[in-house]
């Protein structure tokens, strides 16, 4: 069953861990926060992994203003109700860049005149304002890093043909963070579209929520008829180009965190630890067993392990609990034994698991644990998400189900009506999106009862 106390309680612990461990600082004059080195650190090894992998769809990075007019925020103001009331204005001509649009797309119209200029595709590492307090884990603002890329074509078809490779995009980022997510459609706007269709990428918090890491829009020409992005085509004529856009923000990464955290036991998976291995010499005063920590530290260094070796005098306990509480995923301990048998006693931090293990397999050994690691989380992960997705036949049944932590299956007409009235019923809870592929079965539609080849989920949200 769901205990919202324990919920709450989660919640507040994650925060204290990352206040406790130095990655944020909660006691900023005011309602924001300041990240500390060691989250930099994490973002820095997360930020090149998606430098690489923007570069692998084609995708190049810019920077753009931080300031933006305000002539052309209202291109996107008049497409998105009550926009302005979260924006931060300057002065009467130029507001602090809200999202990307305003930003990006003057540039795009003024670059792009030929269907020889496209496709264009373009991402940003940014950061966004809007006039909103939150709770920082919930909602990005100002403090958190935007991760945004758009692209332009010379047709429909080609615009479509790109949303496939984004989701594939977001499907290879997601899966670096080992983070199982909900791929949905979602439902049909009920005013004013930014898309003709919107993907969304959902993970499963263990605070029963899900919280939606992604959103990829096939704005088609929405956005380009509004900021009057035209360019002549091969035969001569003229056309607005056709657009994507999708973005990731930090919460991606504290998402993949915490769905590994468990009251105090929480670490980073292998590939985001600035430090992913400790070597703790236990008997410090020997100088042989110094001697051999230190050929290992190097030769894992040489390897390009991100490698930290512990000689303090300490108490040993009090060594050890400092390194998990610095997320490092696996430690190895030597000491006299270790140095006798030329071996080297490996620990993992998500299960304990200990081995002893030769020497000379070291690096085999170590690059084994490392992806041992990741792959279990991910395991664990993926079946949690799988357990929380029930079928649900009785309309009144989504809001029960909902509310003892589970996503609620069901069928569901894919049109405006059948989303609202279903909501009017649900009522708080949210509808997560539809299926990708329609069902191979028809059903009848847990609203209308007529037959739909579509499937929906609801869920809470975060
Ligand atoms: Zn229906």
Known sequence: MNDWNNEILLLKEFNNILEREKIIDLNYPTWTFVWLPYWCKIVDLNMNFLNKLFDKYGYEKYIFPFLVSSKEFDNINKKINNFEKNIYKVNNSLILRPSGESAIYPMLRRRVKSYTDLPIRVFQIWIMFRNWTSRWFLRPNENDVFIEAHSAFESKNDAENEIKKINSLVEEYFKRLWIPTLKTIRPPRTNKPVAEKEYAFDALLPTWETALLNVTYLQMQIFSKAFSILFSKKDKTKDYTYQTEFGFSQRAILTSIRLLSKKNNVFLLPNHAPIQIVIIQINLDNKKISNYTKKIFDKLIKNKFRVKIDQEWKNLYKRFSKHENKWIPLRIEIGEKELLNSSIKIVRHDNKETHLYNYKDTINWVSL??????????????????????IIKDINEIAKVIKIGKIAKIHLCYNKNCVEKTQETVKIWEIIGFE????KLKHSCINCGKTTWYIAFYARRV
């Open 369 to 390: 644990m490392l992806k041992k690691i990741e792959t279990y989380s991910y395991k664990q992960n993926n079946n949690s998400l799988k357990e929380k997705i029930i």
């Open 436 to 439: 990708e592929k329609e069902s």
